[in-house]
Nanobody
């Protein structure tokens, strides 16, 4: 599975950005798609996930501001980020997982930088 992320950039606080992640390769059976982020000096953290059944989950810090969605026809997952805050500044990584029984295979895209200025 290859994941190609795009859409990062520099935005002022209160602004919006939309990240995109296109999946290719052996994408059949992926059970989750989503986004993680890593700020300087911090551990990578989960931002949002969407399951194969289209249920979504979010980190508490982004609930009500970020929305994850997917376009199955384009094999693409999106992260709409509104009301951005300086603390949202991080490298955002696209993520995919395939879980079969007790085995989970995980895939990562290259990061895309999001910088929110105050």
């Amino acid at each position: 599975v290859q994941l190609q992320a795009s859409g990062g950039g520099l935005v002022q606080a209160g602004g919006s950005l939309r990240l995109s992640c296109a999946a290719s390769g052996t994408i059949f059976g992926l059970t989750a798609l989503g986004w993680y982020r890593q700020a300087p000096g911090k551990e990578r953290e989960l931002v949002a996930l969407i399951s194969s059944g289209d249920s979504s989950s979010y980190a508490d810090s982004v609930k009500g501001r970020f929305t994850i969605s997917r376009d199955r026809a384009k094999n693409t997952v999106y992260l709409q980020m509104n009301s951005l805050k300086p603390e949202d500044t991080a490298v955002y990584y696209c993520y995919a997982a395939r879980t079969v029984l007790s085995r989970r295979d995980e895939y990562w895209g290259q990061g895309t930088q999001v910088t929110v200025s105050s």
